[in-house]
């Protein structure tokens, strides 16, 4: 039952796709033993007859193509009638167009097979090693390990043979691709690295027809194309030395024939510290080749979008070096070096390129080669009209900070076409190493006056010297801290240039500095803690008080103070005098106004404690004429110090209003206060009104009757006794007159007698 | 020839007008009102750069405000001496408090004194004769009794400003002592300026006395003198008797040029002082 189900079954599918003459084939071909020797080889002639029953000839008889076969008679067809089946009867127009793929060559059954024929794009694309069943060859294999046989991504498509060697099968062209198609091949995937290519160094020299220009295939390889990941290929950093040297190393053909400044570049390489890393050290994060020149926009050094341009330079090393700065000193935050490199050496000059090791500069540009001329005490060149030395004292330079620097370091603006390479290389740009002071220097008034090329204006070296600059905690240095009065007197004393241009109230700075606590401090007590020039107005940023931003601005004083006075200031933050607390309009003292500039006094001695009267009085002036009124102000001014000044009872930089509870004057304080110097002081006696008006009669009544008394008292005595004496004296004088007479008389009298 | 022998006799004959004890008082007067007045004016005038410098000459503040109470005790001491003085002389009888306080030798103003200064005032105008003054004229008492007023005014006022947390803790309040610097200045004012002007003109350079009456030195004057000058005193005391209970020798010429020396200082000094304050007070 079961044998007539599959029989019926079988029957009906053969009848219905196949015609009698094939039904009646299958009977013997069906048969998968069965096979004929031909030339001593075992060939089968079995046909399967589901896989042809899937094929695109499936409804095709078996003698559409077997024509004349006599399927009845062993063999079917003689071999004389035996013609070779070709499919040009049907597919005339494809088979017109073979060429690689010529029939001579290939037949079309080499391909589509003979009996489960199938449409050549199911074919080919299906199966990626479709070609390779015939081009068994060592590309092939190749291409079986290569990055377009298995693609790294998983949504990456294979590249199969055919993408890049045509479109169709039948066009297949001689694997011989021109230099030109190649990269058109390549760019049809590659579009973006293939552009860079061609306007890079070994495009051009390609696009110039130069034999030893590579191509795509020179570096990735024709098949084999691997990933550079892939420690196999050419690309793999641990190769790449090797595969830039096939050209690039010395004796070969592109060595000799290319001439460049670089010589034994991969010698060199492999003894750099990149080289050094790669080899011995086995490390895939060093330089390569490619890291540094790009891998296919290699450009020449001259070329502006070069990496290995000057002003590209310290990009391209910090790719890795991306820190860098912060072990070269100060050159900030890298901005230098990316946004102005021309001001500064690039990356190459100090580290040779391919030597890369340790500050090579000597090298290149040696403080001998400087110095050949620079020893000359004789030599000398004109600038504005003027003779100056360019002598360099070695010795000085030797016990100078700067000792360790080469010259050209400093002297980085030298260019090698000129003659001296040192010619026309203008003056030292400290900002190469200083950036943030020189920053700061250029916003203020000596940086400006430099800017506006004033003669005067004093620059670095006014300052710092040249070749003998020295640290400013050398104590022979003219910025050590003893010396900076002395260093600004060079041009601030009276007399001198910028003392004659300043047009403000301080005059005789130098000399009043020097009389001042601070300048006692610093040059005859030897604190080097003591405030110099530089500590008030900034070492680098001086401006004008008269600048908002300068630290001696009157509003920014008390802070420049207290970045010694800091306890004093937090005092003075809080008292009437502060801004923070005093809301108002008109001008608040601050340090300067009551302990000046540069004259400024020690708080116990005899003149600061007389002055700070007309300090106070100069906004206080009632207060101030009651005070001179008062017995303090009177004794005081009598030069006695030891009595009560403003600040005793009011307190100096704590100084608030009576009503605040914290006042020194305040009800709770007063007593306390006055105590500082009355024993037995009390609440009664601190009602001492110590800045009474007795003029003031709303106000001080007592004062005021005690005053009217008292002066009426004093006139009306004086008018009545001075009127009185006005009259005695004519009075007096007539009589002593007539006495004389008399007596003048009673003596002629008598001598008459 | 009897007048002039007379004459000469008077003018040799000495009159005791102040005994030794009232003498030394007075150099006492003298001496601790300079002081006072010089450091006094100091401070009062401290604004003035001369008084600045006598200051400095002085020893600077320090030294004077101890010269000033230095004084200011010598003034106590002589008050409280005149005092005992005149309570010894009642108490041993040598005085009788009738005597103290009214009579020919007592130095309480009385009508007669009144009647002297309108009579005063009429010979100032030329209007009548000297007036016939007595031991004490009127001017001579006022000066009298503005020591005793001076004394206390400037004396209780001086305490205060001098141990302020004393009296303020007794009681009295702050104000006080604002109220006694103004009067004690403003008295000092008065009382110097007094003594260098008024008592000086009244007692020294007087046309008659001029330049200096020494006889509060010496305490004589010549028995002329005192007929001229007070010749009720001198009427009073013969009716009484009493004159020659005052007689005494002529005064030494070496003790009159000493006390003149001395006498010349303190009026240089005070003339000088008054003569600043008034350039201080109309200058600065």
């Known amino acids: 039952m079961k044998g007539v189900l599959s029989y019926l079954i079988f029957f009906f599918l053969t009848l219905n796709l196949t015609g009698q003459v094939s039904h009646i084939c299958l009977d013997c071909h069906g048969d998968k033993e069965l096979h004929i020797l031909e030339d001593g080889k075992y060939l089968s002639l079995y046909v399967n007859e ?16 077997h024509k004349n076969y006599d399927p009845f008679n062993l063999p079917h067809i003689t071999k004389e009638e035996k013609t070779e089946i070709t499919c040009i009867e049907c597919h005339e127009q494809e088979s017109s167009e073979i060429a690689s793929h010529s029939p001579e060559k290939v037949k079309c059954y080499d391909c589509h097979s003979k009996h489960y024929t199938q449409q050549g794009e199911t074919l080919l694309f299906e199966e990626q090693k479709f070609c390779i069943s015939c081009h068994d060859n060592s590309s092939a294999r190749n291409y079986i390990k290569s990055i377009h046989y298995l693609p790294a991504g998983e949504n990456e498509k294979p590249v199969k043979c055919l993408d890049c060697h045509d479109q169709k099968a039948h066009r297949v062209t001689p694997a011989r691709f021109t230099e030109e198609k190649l990269h058109a091949v390549c760019a049809q995937c590659h579009e973006t690295i293939v552009g860079q290519y061609e306007l890079s160094l070994h495009g051009k020299a390609l696009a110039q027809g130069k034999f030893l220009a590579p191509n795509c295939i020179t570096c990735h390889n024709k098949h084999k194309i691997i990933s550079h990941r892939n420690p196999a290929a050419n690309t793999f950093k641990m190769n790449i030395p090797n595969l830039c040297g096939k050209c690039h190393k010395e004796g070969t053909k592109v060595s000799e024939l290319k001439v460049i400044s670089q010589r034994n570049v991969l010698a060199n390489y492999s003894q750099s510290i990149h080289g050094e890393g790669l080899f011995k050290r086995g490390l895939i994060v060093t330089a390569v080749c490619n890291d540094c020149h790009k891998s296919h926009n290699i450009l020449p050094h001259q070329d502006p979008k070069s990496s290995i341009n000057r002003n590209n330079i310290a990009k391209t090393c910090q790719q890795c070096h991306a820190q860098i700065e912060k072990v070269h000193v100060k050159v900030i935050e890298g901005q230098l070096w990316e946004k102005e490199p021309h001001k500064i050496p690039a990356c190459v000059d100090c580290h040779q390129p391919h030597k890369v090791r340790r500050v090579v500069y000597e090298e290149i540009f040696t403080d001998d080669y400087c110095m050949a001329c620079h020893q000359d005490k004789t030599l000398q060149y004109e600038r504005n009209g003027e003779q100056k030395s360019l002598f360099v004292d070695l010795v000085e330079f030797k016990n100078s900070v700067h000792k360790e620097n080469t010259c050209i370091k400093c002297h ?72 900076i009065p ?10 001198e240039e910028a003392a004659e241009r300043y047009e403000g109230k301080e005059h005789n700075i130098i000399k009043n500095y020097t009389m001042s606590v601070h300048g006692k401090g610093l040059l005859k007590s030897g604190l080097v803690v003591t405030a110099t020039c530089v500590d008030c107005h900034t070492t680098h940023g001086e401006l004008p008080a008269s600048d908002p931003r300068s630290t001696v601005y009157s509003d920014n004083i008390p802070k420049t103070c207290a970045t010694c006075h800091l306890g004093i200031y937090e005092e003075f933050k809080r008292s009437i005098h502060s801004p923070l607390v005093s809301k108002t309009e008109e001008e608040l003292p601050t340090c300067y ?5 540069h004259n400024i006094k020690r708080v116990d001695e005899t003149d600061f404690r007389q002055n700070i009267i007309d300090r106070c009085g100069r906004c206080h002036e009632d207060v101030t004429e009651t005070y001179f009124e008062s017995f ?52 009664r006696f601190a009602g001492y009104i110590t800045h009474a008006n007795h003029y003031d009669k709303e106000k001080y009544p007592y004062l005021y009757y005690t005053f009217l008394f008292m002066t009426i008292l004093l006139v009306g005595t004086f008018a009545f006794f001075w009127l009185h004496t006005l009259l005695w004296l004519p009075r007096a004088l007539i009589d002593k007159k007539m006495i004389f007479r008399k007596k003048q008389k009673n003596k002629d009298d008598e001598s008459n007698n | 020839m009897n007048q002039t022998i007379s004459a000469n006799k008077s003018n040799n004959i000495y009159f005791e007008r102040f005994d030794s004890f009232s003498r030394f008082l007075h150099v006492l007067v003298i001496v601790s009102f300079l002081l006072l007045a010089l450091t006094g004016m100091t401070i009062k005038f401290s604004g003035s750069p001369i008084f600045q410098t006598i200051s400095k000459i002085l020893g600077g503040y320090e030294v004077t405000s101890v010269i000033h109470r230095f004084a200011a005790i010598i003034t106590g001491v002589y008050f409280g001496l005149h005092i005992w003085y005149l ?47 007595g031991r004490w004229t009127y001017w001579e008492k006022f000066d009298y ?8 005014v400037i004396g209780s006022s001086g305490m205060l400003l001098w141990f302020p947390e004393f009296f303020t803790n007794l009681g009295l309040p702050g104000w006080t002592i604002n109220v006694a610097a103004i009067i004690h200045s403003d008295e000092a004012l008065l009382a110097t300026g007094f003594i260098f002007t008024v008592h000086f003109f009244n007692t020294h350079f007087r046309p008659e006395k001029f330049p200096m009456d020494t006889v509060i030195f010496t305490g004589t004057i010549s028995l002329e003198e005192l007929k001229e000058e007070r010749p009720r005193q001198y009427e009073y005391l013969l009716k009484n008797n009493e004159l020659e209970n005052y007689l005494t020798k002529t005064p030494s010429t070496k003790a009159i040029k000493a006390w003149k020396v001395f006498g010349f200082t303190a009026l240089s000094i005070g003339i000088i002082l008054v003569l600043l304050i008034i350039y201080t007070l109309i200058f600065l």
Do not use: Q
């Open chain 2, 87 to 133: 309570l010894n002389k009642l108490k041993t009888g040598k005085l009788s408090l009738k005597e103290l306080l009214s009579g020919e030798n007592s130095l309480v103003p009385n009508k007669r004194d009144f009647t002297d200064f309108y009579k005063t005032v009429k010979w100032f105008l030329g209007l009548g004769p000297r007036p016939d003054y």
């Open chain 1, 632 to 683: 303090h102000g009177k004794v005081s001014k009598l030069g006695e110090t030891k009595v009560a000044k403003c600040y005793d009872c009011h307190g100096s930089h704590n100084i608030l209003p009576a009503e605040n509870p914290e006042s020194m004057i305040s009800a709770a304080n007063v007593v306390e206060t006055c105590a500082k110097c009355h024993d037995g002081s009390n609440e």
């Open chain 2, 145 to 152: 009794f503005a020591v005793f007023w001076g004394v206390a």
């Open chain 1, 412 to 483: 980085s603006n030298i260019n090698i076409s000129n003659l001296p390479v040192c010619k026309d290389s203008g003056p030292v740009d400290c900002s190469a190493c200083h950036a943030e002071v020189v920053e700061i220097y250029k916003t203020s008034t000596h940086g400006k006056l430099v800017a506006d090329a004033d003669p005067n204006a004093p620059y670095c070296n006014d300052c710092h010297g040249t070749h003998n600059a020295l640290s400013k905690k050398n104590v022979n240095s003219k910025t050590f801290r003893t010396n």
């Open chain 1, 593 to 597: 106004d009551c302990h000046r500039s």
């Open chain 1, 50 to 65: 589901n896989k042809y029953a899937l094929s695109v000839h499936a409804k095709l008889d078996c003698n559409e193509c």
């Open chain 1, 486 to 495: 002395t260093l600004c007197a060079d041009c601030h004393r009276e007399g």
